[in-house]
């Protein structure tokens, strides 16, 4: 006879998140997380090696002020008191539905996004509702609606998988009808021509969530922020974990804010190689939605995408096969480096010839 559940009913009923693959490093091309394939800037690295001969037996500062003070100096904000940091972005939006989202209460997000945002729902007892993207990946009316029980909406911009952006007027407009905070995940918003990091001290239901993961190439020492009214950090500071951003990616983070000029070459780079990534596969058949981020969506008109990935992968070439139900099916590919974008169309001409 088997012991009975201690588990909450909510933890028992939910399905786990699963990110993508990540073999053992150098067997594959990894072009299916959306990782930087470039490595992080020189300054970064010193300053890991720096702080890692360091106090290592000391806590770390459990509210990170030297990064926060680079990232409002970088940024132009006010100043450090607008700024929450934590171990990736992941964890930031943990305690934004933690602190926003009670049990029965309600989230939204579009469809398709990030399924992560479903899964931090389910662990609160929480419920979600999603607005679906039109065929062109606009977001109707109803995603800014108002409703009983709504506490949070979540907008990743640029959405994943899509590549696709919903414009700041268009931002504004949902946060000016929402009754709740409108969270814009800005995961990917560095390799985009506009942001919404000015809008949050122009709208106080407005807040905007980063990472460091993607643009500056710091998967590995995840750190992630989130950029609201002084106010609001103050009430979520009061559930972030005590030491939540190690003394190693607190030293990497801040000086990566210093970083701009760096952050801007290797942006230009990577946007370039989309580019030219989205014009080659075109010429093999795929319809590709236009990109604003690190990655592109794609279908090609015969299907089979489960087999291309499949067929890339013994390859030992890693891609992102995704299904969203009616939505259908289809491919997210990275930009990695230029030979690495190469080698991914030379074995695609191969499946398809």
Request: proline share 8%; hydrophobic share 40%; net charge negative.
């Amino acid at each position: 006879m088997s012991e009975p559940s201690f588990f909450r009913p909510a933890v028992t009923k939910m399905a786990a998140y699963v990110p993508g693959e990540q073999p053992p490093p150098g067997k594959y091309i990894k072009l299916n997380t959306n990782e930087n394939p470039y490595p992080p800037p020189p300054q970064v690295v010193e300053a890991i090696r720096a702080a890692a001969a360091g106090p290592l037996n000391r806590y770390p500062d459990p509210v990170a002020t030297a990064f926060r003070r680079a990232a409002a100096e970088s940024l132009g904000l006010p100043g450090p008191e607008w700024i929450l940091a934590g171990n990736g972005s992941d964890e930031i939006l943990t305690i934004l539905v933690r602190g926003f989202v009670g049990d029965g209460e309600r989230l939204r997000l579009p469809y398709p996004s990030y399924v992560l945002y479903r899964t931090l729902a389910d662990i609160q007892g929480a419920s979600w509702e999603q607005v679906q993207f039109d065929a062109d990946w606009k977001l109707p009316a109803a995603f800014g609606e108002p409703a009983d029980g709504l506490k949070l909406v979540l907008l990743p911009n640029p959405n994943s998988p899509s590549g696709t952006i919903v414009s700041p007027a268009e931002v504004t407009s949902f946060a000016e009808t929402l009754n709740c905070p409108l969270v814009v995940d800005e995961a990917y918003a560095d390799f985009a021509e506009q942001n919404c990091l000015h809008l949050v001290a122009q709208h106080p239901r407005i807040l905007v969530t980063r990472t460091l993961s993607k643009s500056y190439g710091l998967a590995g020492i995840r750190f992630g922020f989130l950029v609201a009214n002084p106010d609001v950090i103050q009430e979520l500071a009061k559930i972030k974990d005590s030491y939540n951003c190690d003394g190693l990616s607190i030293a990497a983070a801040t000086a990566a804010m210093g970083c701009r000029q760096w952050l801007a070459e290797n942006c230009a780079r990577i946007v370039a190689s989309r580019d030219r990534m989205t014009d080659e596969l075109v010429k093999l058949g795929f319809e590709v939605t236009p990109s604003h981020a690190n990655f592109v969506w794609c279908r090609h008109p015969g299907g089979q995408h489960g087999a291309i990935y499949e067929f890339l992968k013994n390859q030992q070439i890693l891609v992102r096969y995704m299904q969203f139900g009616d939505w259908g099916d289809g491919l997210r590919i990275s930009v990695g480096t230029d030979e690495q974008i190469d080698a991914c169309l030379m074995m695609l001409k191969k499946f398809l010839a």
